[in-house]
């Protein structure tokens, strides 16, 4: 999973980026910036607990590739634009970063902040780049020589996604069916991606739970089904880097419960409708994201191609009956542990072990 980290400048996606990747980019640079990659552990609970279990040689947590798209400002060219827009259409998600915090030297450079005012400039930013889009791809499919039926039913069906855009409405509004999306194959509509909301706060917001526009920031998010999470990326970037004891305190002291990470993975796991199942022993102990409803067979290929090629069942148990009954054997006994089918669909939370032959 590729997550894309947007917004305007001096919104603090770059802190934000170092905050959940553990990189250490500058922050205070002005010009045109680079598009950066890194790699975030998913924090999980219940793997420390399957790690203290079982006292494997490995432990491997899930793992969320970020991308930090540099924001454009207005006087920037409309290439330079549209190559940052590339870089977006190609994420899984995008996680628009949006400056609520007060810093005087900041709001001399990009004024007062207004998180909703960026998330609506944004938003229109979205609409208007896929309009350009379907606009050039109507005109190519009436400017041939020939329409072909797909061309003309493709057509047909951008007509309507236009009409929609028009309307200020965004793909993800649009009803299409599975035939519809193959015919849109390729693509990529921006305003059709899943989006999260971070608010980039200071550490007096934070405290307090008050910054500007907040109410109706969040009257519209919820409207419109935006998941929102509140953020002190300086502090929280800060805090990361202390040992887990001071990490714990500090959060503590700050109200929060879970890391950034924690609540950015587990607000991107519900948006895109992701979960995680187990696989344990001495040797390792395993964090596997697949989608909800992933049938066993596909998910044991998420965990080698022979264990899908040659499935014969899966045997299952959850996490939360082990942990609550302290034991696999007692997990037993109550009869909780089940043998499941390739057609059963994964929960988040179970405990799988494959069985196959080939």
Same mark, same amino acid.
């Given at each position: 999973?590729?997550?894309?980290?947007?917004?305007?400048?001096?919104?603090?996606?770059?802190?934000?980026?170092?905050?959940?990747?553990?990189?250490?980019?500058?922050?205070?640079?002005?010009?045109?910036?680079?598009?950066?990659?890194?790699?975030?552990?998913?924090?999980?609970?219940?793997?420390?607990?399957?790690?203290?279990?079982?006292?494997?040689?490995?432990?491997?947590?899930?793992?969320?590739?970020?991308?930090?798209?540099?924001?454009?400002?207005?006087?920037?060219?409309?290439?330079?634009?549209?190559?940052?827009?590339?870089?977006?259409?190609?994420?899984?998600?995008?996680?628009?970063?949006?400056?609520?915090?007060?810093?005087?030297?900041?709001?001399?450079?990009?004024?007062?902040?207004?998180?909703?005012?960026?998330?609506?400039?944004?938003?229109?930013?979205?609409?208007?780049?896929?309009?350009?889009?379907?606009?050039?791809?109507?005109?190519?499919?009436?400017?041939?020589?020939?329409?072909?039926?797909?061309?003309?039913?493709? *057509?047909? =069906?951008? $007509?309507?996604?236009?009409?929609? /855009? +028009?309307?200020?409405?965004?793909?993800?509004?649009?009803? @299409? &069916?599975?035939?519809?999306?193959?015919?849109?194959?390729?693509?990529?509509?921006?305003?059709?991606?899943?989006?999260?909301?971070?608010?980039?706060?200071?550490?007096?917001?934070?405290?307090?739970?008050?910054?500007?526009?907040?109410?109706?920031?969040?009257?519209?998010?919820?409207?419109?089904?935006?998941?929102?999470?509140?953020?002190?990326?300086?502090?929280?970037?800060?805090?990361?880097?202390?040992?887990?004891?001071?990490?714990?305190?500090?959060?503590?002291? *700050?109200? =929060?419960? $879970?890391?950034?990470?924690?609540? /950015? +993975?587990?607000?991107?796991?519900?948006?895109?409708?992701? @979960? &995680?199942?187990?696989?344990?022993?001495?040797?390792?102990?395993?964090?596997?994201?697949?989608?909800?409803?992933?049938?066993?067979?596909?998910?044991?290929?998420?965990?080698?191609?022979?264990?899908?090629?040659?499935?014969?069942?899966?045997?299952?148990?959850?996490?939360?009956?082990?942990?609550?009954?302290?034991?696999?054997?007692?997990?037993?006994?109550?009869?909780?542990?089940?043998?499941?089918?390739?057609?059963?669909?994964?929960?988040?939370?179970?405990?799988?072990?494959?069985?196959?032959?080939?």
């Amino acid at each position: 999973m590729q997550i894309g980290l947007v917004g305007l400048p001096q919104a603090g996606k770059t802190t934000f980026f170092n905050l959940l990747t553990g990189a250490n980019l500058p922050t205070d640079f002005t010009g045109v910036g680079e598009v950066h990659t890194g790699i975030a552990v998913v924090p999980d609970p219940r793997l420390d607990f399957l790690a203290a279990y079982y006292k494997p040689h490995k432990t491997t947590y899930a793992r969320i590739e970020f991308k930090d798209i540099p924001g454009t400002r207005r006087q920037e060219s409309a290439a330079r634009a549209s190559q940052l827009l590339d870089e977006a259409r190609n994420a899984d998600a995008l996680v628009l970063v949006v400056r609520a915090f007060n810093n005087p030297a900041v709001s001399a450079v990009a004024g007062e902040p207004a998180p909703l005012r960026d998330l609506l400039d944004y938003r229109t930013e979205l609409l208007l780049a896929d309009m350009d889009a379907v606009e050039k791809r109507i005109d190519r499919i009436k400017n041939a020589k020939k329409i072909k039926k797909d061309a003309a039913e493709q *057509l047909e =069906l951008l $007509e309507r996604i236009l009409n929609a /855009l +028009a309307q200020e409405q965004p793909v993800s509004s649009v009803p @299409l &069916s599975e035939s519809d999306r193959i015919l849109l194959a390729g693509q990529n509509f921006l305003s059709e991606k899943p989006l999260i909301l971070a608010v980039n706060l200071d550490e007096a917001q934070l405290l307090s739970g008050q910054y500007p526009e907040r109410d109706e920031l969040l009257n519209y998010t919820a409207q419109h089904q935006i998941p929102v999470i509140e953020i002190c990326a300086q502090i929280e970037m800060e805090i990361n880097r202390l040992s887990p004891e001071e990490q714990g305190e500090f959060l503590s002291e *700050l109200k =929060l419960t $879970e890391s950034g990470i924690g609540r /950015l +993975a587990r607000t991107a796991y519900e948006r895109l409708g992701l @979960l &995680s199942f187990f696989t344990v022993g001495p040797d390792e102990v395993k964090a596997w994201t697949v989608r909800r409803g992933t049938p066993a067979r596909q998910a044991a290929g998420k965990v080698h191609s022979d264990f899908e090629r040659g499935f014969i069942r899966a045997e299952v148990f959850h996490f939360d009956d082990l942990k609550q009954l302290g034991s696999v054997a007692q997990v037993k006994e109550k009869g909780l542990f089940r043998l499941e089918g390739k057609d059963y669909p994964v929960k988040d939370g179970d405990i799988i072990t494959f069985r196959f032959n080939i």
